[in-house]
């Protein structure tokens, strides 16, 4: 259950948050989402860097919504996964997670010298996210 609600919110911010019936917040967080998505223009860009146009890419994203967003979507996460079930630690279940999201914003920061920026910066994050549900799986 733990796992299904942080692989929600891996998908879609806010979706795990809803899988766990917390409503207002999961609705809050894909508002939140969609509005820093829009503004960042992060979906335009990811799908011109997947079909090769990296440097319309890279000139087509707005910094300054985008670096806001890879420590968002690891919050999000996190909090999906640990509110999903009573009696994981927080402070030491959210370390890989913090992780992920210092990743990402690394990630974003030298976006320009990452072949592939989108798929690398989405790796940064999402690998930490499957280690710490895998590591805190019994939590």
């Not at 829009?38 to 146009?53: R, Y």
């Not at 914003?105 to 996210?129: D, Q």
């Amino acid at each position: 259950m733990r796992n299904i609600a942080a692989l929600f919110s891996l998908l879609m911010p806010g979706f795990g948050q809803i899988y766990n019936q917390q409503f207002i917040k999961g609705i809050s967080f894909v508002i939140i989402e969609h509005f820093d998505n829009m503004f960042g223009k992060i979906n335009k860009s990811i799908q011109l860097d997947f079909n090769g146009f990296h440097h319309q890419a890279l000139e087509m994203i707005n910094y300054n919504a985008m670096l806001f967003y890879p420590g968002f979507y690891m919050y999000v996460v996190w909090d999906a996964w640990y509110y999903a079930k009573d009696g994981a630690n927080k402070t030491i279940t959210a370390i890989p997670f913090i992780f992920g999201g210092f990743l990402g914003e690394l990630g974003a920061i030298f976006s320009t010298k990452l072949p592939f920026a989108s798929l690398t910066v989405g790796l940064f994050m999402i690998i930490p996210s499957i280690f710490a549900m895998i590591f805190f799986r019994h939590q």
